[in-house]
C-alpha cells in the first residue's frame, strides 16, 4: 500500500508563521498516521521562489535571488525541524528536476491546442500574484491582502484554455464526492464551475526571474502555474518517467482554504490537458487566527511558530493545533488558551496519570507488572475508542482522532480514582487485584500513546518506553499495537514529570496564580488550601480581634475525606475529593509533607465552608482544611472524637 500526500510549497519572502505550520503540522500528523496505518507514504513538501515578491525581497537585501532562496531554505528547514515536521522530500522551484517538469507540462498544454497566445487586462494582486475580478475586490482591494489596492494591469501574454474543463472538472467532482474536501469547500469549487469559468494567464513578458516558456523563451511561465507542477515534479515528471508511473496521481493535496481554486479546478485542468490523472484528494484547511485576527505576514500578525514551540516544546503546539482546531473550519490561538489547554490535556491529565502509574508501580511492585485479568471495562473502551479513532483519521476529522485517544486516558484516571490502588495496597489479600489495576493502567496509557504518536511523536516515544513497550516507534503498527495487549511482564520506568505546569515556566521562577492575580514566589508559606498568604502583623499594629458576629460570618463545616492525590510539581498540596453532607466539592491544601494521599482518605476533617473558590496549581480550590502549624513544624489536622456526620457545622 503506497500513499503520497503533498502540501502547499510555501513562498520565501518572509518565515512562516503559525498558520503555515498549522498546514504543515496537521499534514505531518495525516502521513504518520498512514506509516503507523502500514502505508508505503511519501510527505512531500517544499518552497515556492519564482515569486516577484521573493525577488523583490532578495534586492531588499542586496542579495542575488538564488542565494536568497539558498538561505532561505535552510531558515524553513530550521523551523520544520524545530516542529518535527517527517517530510520525505523537499523541492524548491529552482530546481533542475522542477524546471524539467514545468517545461514538460507546458509544451505538453501547448501541444494540446490549450496554450494560445493574447492581451490581458485586470486587476492584479501584487501580494497573491494572481489576477483577481471585480467582483472579488473590496473597496479596491483584494480581500485577503488588504495593505495595498488591486493594480491595473494590461500585457501580452499565454493563456491557458481553462474554459473548455468546465465540464470536464463538474462531471469529475459529480464521480468523485470526495474529490475536495471538506464540504465547504466543495460546494464552493461547485458554485464556481456552474457559473462557468474564464481562460486564465500562464506567462510574464519582461522579467528574467523564472522558468522560460519552451516553445516561446523570452516569457517565463507565471509563478501559479509554474508552482502547481512541482507535485509531480517531485516524483519523476519530466525527469524519471518510470518512477512517476509508479508514483503519481497524488493521493492528498494539504492546503489552505484560499488556493482551492488553484488546486481543484486551474491544476486538474492542467492534468487533463496533459493527459495525467488527477490527485485522488484535494484537502482544503481553514485559517489559525492570533487572537481573533487573520494571521498574515502583510498585515502584521503573524506568530512565529519557533517562538510558540520554545515554550512548552513542539508536541503540546501540535497537541493544540490538531485537537483544539475542527480541520476544516478556521481556529484561534491565544496564548491564554494555550497555556490553558496544556495544563488540562498534558499537565494534569496525560502527564498527571504516566506520573501517577510509574511512582505506584515503584512503590508497589518495583517497577515490574505481569498482565492480570482481561482488561475488563478499560479493554472494551480501548476497542470502542480505536473504532472511532480510525474512522476519525481515515475521513481526516484529526481533532476527533486525538479526541478518542484521550477519552481513553481521561477513563483510565477515572480507574484509578474508583479501584483505589493505595487502598487495595494495605492489604496483602487484594495483591492479584492490584496487580490487574496496575497492568490495566499500562496498557491504557500504551494504546492512547500509541494513537497519539502521529500528534506527539517524541512525547509518546518516550511515554511508551516508560510502559515497557520495547518495539521501536517507527516499527509499532496500528492493528497489532492500537489494540488491547496482555503479553509479558512489563517493566515501568518512574520518571520527571513530561509537561511542569505552565504556571511554573514564566522567568525568574516565579509562578503566577491566574485565579488571585497575584505572584507566589517558590516557597512562600500558603494558607492550607485557601491561596493566600498569611502574613504576620507588624509590632505595635492597632487591637485586630473581631467580634462574635464577625466569627459566624465563618462557616465551619466538617468533611469526610472521599479521594486523596498529591498534586504534581508540588511539595506540599494534596488535592482532595471530601463530602460536606450536602455536596461533594474539590479542594486542595498544602499538607503533603505531614500526610500521604493513603493517610487522608476516609479521615474526618474540618474546613472553612463559604470561603470564596481559589486556584492553586490551576485546580480550583473549593474551601481551606484547619490545620495547626507550629513554627518550623508540620501541620497537623484538627480532629474530632467520635463519628461526626460530614456537613455538621462546627461552632
Known sequence: MRFFL???????????????????????????????????????????????????????????????????????????????????DFIRTTEPRHRAAVQKMAQANYDAGDIYEGFY??????????????????????????????????????????????????????????FLQPDV????????????????????????????????????????????????????????????????????HVVGKDITRF?????????????????VNVFGHGWVHFQGQKMSKSLGTSLDPSDVAARFGPDPLRLYLVKEISYGSDGDFTWERYAERYNVDLANNLGNLVSRLGAMTEKYRGNRIAPAGSGGQLAALAAQVMDRYRGAMESFALHDGAAAAFQLVDAANEYIAQTAPWTLAKDPANAARLDEVLFNVAEAIRVAAVLLLP????????????????????????????????????????????????????????????????????GATQAAGAGTTAAEAPAGAADTRISIDDFMKVELRVAKVLEAETVPKSKKLVKMKIDVGSEQRTIVAGIAEAYTPEQLVGRTIAIVFNLKPAKLMGIESNGMVLAASPEGGKPTLVAFDGDIPPGTRVR
Open 6 to 88: 503533498t502540501t502547499a510549497i510555501d513562498y520565501v519572502n518572509s518565515r512562516p508563521h503559525l498558520g503555515t505550520a498549522y498546514e504543515k503540522i496537521t499534514a505531518d500528523v495525516i502521513a504518520r498516521y498512514k506509516r503507523l496505518a502500514g502505508f508505503e507514504t511519501h510527505f512531500l513538501m517544499g518552497n515556492d521562489e519564482h515569486s516577484q515578491n521573493v525577488y523583490k525581497r532578495a534586492v531588499e537585501r542586496g542579495m542575488d535571488p538564488l542565494a536568497y532562496c539558498d538561505q532561505m531554505e535552510q531558515e524553513f528547514r530550521s523551523v520544520w525541524r524545530q516542529l518535527d515536521i517527517s517530510f520525505d
Open 185 to 252: 469547500r466543495r460546494n464552493e469549487m461547485l458554485r464556481l464551475l456552474e457559473g462557468g469559468l474564464e481562460d486564465i494567464s500562464v506567462s510574464r513578458a519582461g522579467q528574467a526571474w523564472g522558468i522560460p516558456l519552451p516553445f516561446d523563451p523570452a516569457n517565463v511561465v507565471y509563478v501559479w502555474y509554474d508552482a502547481l507542477i512541482n507535485y509531480a515534479a517531485a516524483v519523476g515528471y519530466g525527469s524519471d518517467d518510470a518512477r512517476f508511473a509508479k508514483s503519481w496521481p497524488a493521493d492528498l
Open 455 to 522: 500528534v506527539m511523536p517524541k512525547s509518546c516515544e518516550e511515554i511508551l518506553r516508560r510502559v515497557g513497550e520495547k518495539t521501536p516507534a517507527r516499527d509499532l503498527r496500528l492493528d497489532r499495537d492500537g489494540r488491547w495487549r496482555s503479553d509479558g511482564v512489563r517493566e515501568i520506568t518512574k520518571g520527571a514529570a513530561l509537561w511542569p505546569r505552565a504556571e511554573e515556566m514564566v522567568a525568574d521562577n516565579t509562578t503566577t496564580d491566574t485565579h488571585q492575580g497575584t505572584a507566589v514566589q517558590p
Open 121 to 178: 487586462e485586470g486587476w492584479y494582486c501584487v501580494s497573491c500574484e494572481a489576477f483577481k475580478q471585480e467582483k472579488d475586490l473590496v473597496d479596491g482591494r483584494c480581500s485577503i491582502h488588504t495593505t495595498q489596492p488591486a493594480e491595473w494591469i494590461k500585457e501580452k501574454n499565454y493563456f491557458f484554455r481553462l474554459s473548455k474543463y468546465c465540464q470536464p472538472l463538474l462531471d469529475h467532482f459529480h464521480a468523485h464526492p470526495g
Open 263 to 279: 488546486h481543484t479546478v486551474v491544476w486538474p485542468a492542467m492534468l487533463m490537458s496533459a493527459k495525467l490523472p488527477l490527485p
